[in-house]
């Protein structure tokens, strides 16, 4: 058995502000990562740090980026805990989206599709929440019972298969290493 992990975070910035405003989510942003250094963070967001668009697919860390600049972004860590086949299914996933990354857009009309609970899936377009579900239901890490683009980061946070292992400010989660050493297995 392998753990993986889907970070839920809630920033500053305009966009996070927006689908706050929208939603009253506590968290608005969401990543998978393959181990508990979150120094690799797989979803879809924006390319460059200082910019909102273009936006796609993006690999993130917590030490960097967005993410590395704001000491008390509110966060949640999930685990998961899948078979060596799943993890393997999963790593190819995430493998194909960072060799094909030039081909993938932010789907920016799927956020307020979303929000108004209308399927909206388009042919490489993905939101962060829809990229991560899509990612965990096509590795068989989760059953698939929903549409991926109706899944906002929140419902992340319901996953029968997911276990919370951390909730505070991202500067813990970087400080401690996130106590999920004793997690991880």
């Given at each position: 058995m392998?753990?993986?992990?889907?970070?839920?975070t809630k920033?500053t910035?305009?966009?996070?502000k927006i689908?706050?405003?929208?939603t009253?989510s506590?968290?608005?942003h969401?990543?998978?990562?393959l181990d508990?250094?979150f120094?690799e963070l797989y979803?879809?967001?924006?390319?460059?740090s200082?910019?909102?668009?273009p936006?796609?697919?993006?690999?993130?860390?917590?030490?960097?980026?967005?993410?590395?600049?704001?000491?008390?972004?509110?966060?949640?860590v999930y685990?998961?805990?899948?078979?060596?086949?799943?993890?393997?299914?999963?790593?190819?996933?995430?493998n194909?989206?960072?060799l094909?990354r030039?081909?993938?857009?932010y789907?920016?009309?799927?956020l307020?599709m979303?929000?108004?609970k209308?399927?909206?899936e388009?042919e490489?377009?993905f939101?962060?929440?829809?990229?991560?579900?899509?990612?965990?239901?096509?590795?068989g890490?989760i059953?698939?019972?929903?549409?991926p683009?109706l899944?906002?980061?929140?419902?992340?946070s319901l996953l029968?298969?997911?276990?919370?292992g951390?909730k505070?400010e991202?500067?813990?989660?970087?400080?401690?290493?996130?106590a999920?050493?004793?997690?991880?297995t």
């Open positions: 392998k753990s993986i992990y889907i970070l839920l920033s910035t305009i966009c996070s689908v706050y405003l929208a009253r506590e968290f608005t969401a990543a998978i990562s508990s250094s120094n979803t879809f967001g924006r390319k460059y200082r910019l909102m668009l936006a796609g697919f993006a690999i993130e860390s917590v030490y960097n980026g967005i993410l590395g600049s704001s000491d008390n972004m509110k966060c949640a685990e998961l805990k899948i078979s060596d086949k799943v993890y393997g299914n999963l790593v190819r996933i995430l194909y989206f960072e094909n030039a081909r993938y857009r789907s920016i009309v799927g307020p979303c929000k108004f209308k399927v909206y388009r490489d377009y939101f962060c929440s829809q990229f991560v579900y899509h990612a965990l239901s096509e590795s890490a059953a698939k019972n929903s549409e683009s899944v906002g980061p929140m419902d992340l029968p298969e997911a276990t919370e951390f505070g991202i500067r813990s989660l970087r400080v401690n290493g996130l999920l050493s004793s997690m991880a």
